[in-house]
């Protein structure tokens, strides 16, 4: 995508945000025994969402680097891992804040919060895996396994509400435990949020494209400079 | 000391090729000739197997300190000392499980034998995973011996299950930071998230085992195997491109 395609998705992906806002705060119902701060949920699980759908792209990503060692896959499993880790960060963020006044703490060691704080660490380490390994193939490489190994995390997050007893609220959109008004509000946010996270992934493609393509062109004037070819390791 | 770390795998690798035998005979032939050249090397220096016993005895007597044990409440902070010297522990060896490989340049020489990097793999985890359990061999009894908690057959088979989830993904992850800058900071960093599945449930069977409450022994037991098996495979699946990179 060109960066003019870019801005234009970016200044889309804001806007559609806004609507989302005016939904949760203009047009669905405050909620009967939380009261206003319930409004957390349609912004806190639409983005536990997206991260699901980064940690995919990462894993993915990751697949076909191994078995194709396609390079657009590397950079997209690469974007997928900041994006993800950003989602993660504000679904973990809107939990505390959420959690505070309905429990009485901002955390506790329930199933859902923990797998999710280790789902935060894994993904972390992830990033510090393309930051410590060799640029490039090697890096590519680990980072596959390391994203292949995390994303058995995922699924550990989503079902741990019922796997075990936890105090997270369990599945309301499909058990349809939530009125129509709320349910419209949490749709809208629902796909704004993914496209948000789309269009975030794509603008970290482009830069992480570019970054190859300037790292391409420097190491050869390196490699002139030293008058050697620099060994492995 | 490159030539001994070297010779068994490149024997083994070109004695099973001479006699031609099944792949899956080669593969073991290979694996048990690196995880028995690991296990003679730490047995001529000794370096790490004393070091973890008393690394774990270490641990003990920190918990001690930390947690203010008295007899009531043993049941419930034991299965926890268990699992975090157990954690520690395995952190070390693993990350020994490659270092002398990469202070000598030998991994690279035994990947460049025809032995599958797999195979290789699978004796280096083998052996990693056998010197964890000579450590364990140390620390059950010590911690039933200090804290006066009983020692069954379920707290032995969790630990000995569930260290060979850990061993798999430790030593991939070892084999991995063995390549990489800051590698003692990246292995925790990589494997304590990873590992927490068999804390989890490995912690639930000890505690259930020690009177500290919780239930469900045998589901434990069933779920570490079927982590085993998930981990195992993956990892089996992975290793060559963390190996032979």
Known sequence: ????????AAVGAVALMLVAAGFIFLYAPTDALQGPVQRIFYLHVSSAIAAYGCFAVVLLGGIVYLWKENATADRLARAGAVVG???TTVTLVMGMIWAKPIWGTFWTWDARLTSTLVLWIIYAGYLMVRRLAEPGRQAARFAAVVGIFGFIDVPVVHFSVTWWRTQHPGPVVINDALPPQMLVAFFITMASTLFLAAVMI??????ELLTDQAAERVVPAQVVAHGEVGTAR | ?????LAPAADAAKYAADLGRGTLMRF?????????????SEWRTRELVPALAQFVVLALVIANFGFQFDSRNAPAIAPGVLWMALVFAGLVAFGRAFAAEREQSSLDAMLLTPASPAAIFTGKALAAGLLLVVCEAVLLPALALFFNVPLSFAVVSAVLLATVGMAVLGCLFAAMVARVRAREL???????PLWIPFIVVGGQAVQAAMGGGGGGASQATGLLIDLDILFVVLTSLTARFVLDD
């Open chain 1, 1 to 8: 995508m060109t960066d003019k395609r870019l801005e234009t």
């Open chain 1, 85 to 87: 880790l950003v989602f």
């Open chain 1, 202 to 207: 794509a603008i970290r493609y482009r830069i």
């Open chain 2, 1 to 5: 000391m490159l030539v001994v770390s």
């Open chain 2, 28 to 40: 073991a032939t290979i694996a048990l000739a690196v995880a028995r050249k690991d296990l003679m």
């Open chain 2, 186 to 192: 990246l292995l925790p960093l990589l494997t304590l």
